[in-house]
């Protein structure tokens, strides 16, 4: 993809450039290295309250996580030797990426970054999942530290390009952020959350594993003859808060609320009840060889597609081990057919929910109308910030009775 690159109006103020410069973030962590060099500067507060490593993982015997929840977090110092620039021009693209993998959390993986981005990780036993934001020397960087690991090679990423003029004006305000949008930026500036849980995309059954079998992946340019079969069922794998905003064509909604009741929502819909474990409910028969020819006869051909493609790996793979044969979900989700998919072609109908500041994105992933609220996280439009429901920060109509 080609990377988009873009010119702010106004040159940032020299000092904030310097601050720029010499900014760090890294976990915090149990005390650490005062040893550890990242910048020759002059600090503005003590250099032990300023964090300077980032280490996802440890090998000591003591625990290097305190919580589950662990954040890079930003320290602003005046360099010694401020890096000059006059106007910038910052690619400030938004980076979502995972991978599913044997990955044991407890292995050694440590290294001292400069980072100037913001997002989030997951990291699980089975892989890690995450989108993060910032200049692309930055984003980069990232990326090839996590790929230094032979496990996460060929991190499946989908980009989106990020107009911090844009985002800065469409939010009311400016900010010294190194994206020019401070708390509105994707995310929040120079903070990342790395979380550690038992999977990257929780749908609650361990033996679905997208390791072992998936899906067929289908791409953007083919997907529009596929979901236009009737032969074909298209299930939304995604929940009620994004359905709501924008869907294909034709698509079946579920309706969940969350990932982990997709696998109910199945067995409901297409009559599974069969018991996993092979043992027969007292009193029925032995399942024939026919009986079982039939009921794969009976399962459907099946066209999935989330955000970005992660929860259909699950999805996919829950279906395959349920006895379904024709199992299709769309390679890069809806953020890649949007972005490769022309309007006038599209059976794209609404807007695309993501899980950061935009909110929604629209064909080409410009961003698009919603706006979030702050008391319950749905999209809201601008005739929702009509109703009598909303006040900023507090409700909306979707939550207002709860």
Request: hydrophobic content about 35%; charged content about 25%; proline content about 7%.
């Amino acid at each position: 993809m080609v990377a988009v690159a873009h010119v702010c109006m106004h040159p940032p103020h020299p000092l904030l450039l310097y601050r720029r410069a010499a900014s760090a973030a890294a976990l915090r962590i149990p005390n650490p290295n005062p040893s550890l060099a990242v910048f020759q500067t002059t600090m503005t507060k003590p250099y032990s309250e300023i964090p300077s490593k980032f280490s996802l993982f440890s090998d000591s015997s003591q625990p290097l996580f305190d919580s589950q929840s662990l954040a890079l977090s930003k320290s602003f110092a005046t360099s010694s030797n401020p890096i000059s620039i006059g106007v910038e021009i910052l690619e400030c693209p938004v980076v979502s990426f995972y991978k599913f993998a044997d990955f044991p959390v407890a292995e050694a993986v440590e290294r001292t970054l400069l980072l100037r981005v913001s997002g989030g990780i997951i990291l699980a036993p089975e892989g890690i999942n995450g989108s993060i934001c910032g200049t692309r020397d930055a984003v980069e960087e990232v990326l090839a530290f996590i790929q230094a690991d032979d496990r996460l090679k060929g991190l499946r990423r989908i980009e989106s390009p990020v107009s911090p003029e844009e985002e800065a004006i469409h939010h009311g305000h400016m900010s010294s952020s190194p994206l020019a949008a401070g708390e509105d930026a994707p995310f929040r500036w120079d903070h990342v959350r790395v979380k550690l849980k038992k999977e990257i995309v929780t749908l609650g059954m361990p033996s679905v594993s997208p390791i072992e079998r998936v899906g067929t992946y289908v791409g953007p340019k083919e997907w529009n003859e596929l979901i236009s079969d009737p032969d074909t069922v298209v299930i939304d794998v995604r929940n009620d808060y994004e359905t709501r905003i924008g869907k294909f064509k034709g698509a079946v909604d579920p309706c969940t609320t969350a990932f982990r009741e997709f696998p109910s929502w199945v067995d409901e819909r297409f009559k599974l009840n069969q018991p996993d474990d092979g043992v027969e409910p007292a009193g029925s028969t032995q399942t024939t060889a026919d009986q079982i020819e039939e009921m794969n006869n009976k399962m459907p051909r099946v066209a999935m597609y989330c955000t970005g493609g992660i929860r259909c790996e699950k999805a996919s793979s829950f279906l395959l081990s349920k006895g379904f044969k024709e199992v299709y979900h769309l390679q890069g989700g809806i953020l890649k057919y949007l972005e490769e998919v022309p309007k006038n072609k599209s059976l794209w109908e609404g807007e695309c929910f993501v899980f950061d500041k935009r909110v929604s994105v629209e064909h080409g992933l410009v961003q698009g109308n919603y706006k979030l609220c702050y008391g319950c996280k749905q999209p809201v439009s601008d005739a929702d910030m009509e109703a009598p429901e909303w006040e900023y920060g507090v409700s909306c109509p979707y939550c207002y009775s709860s």
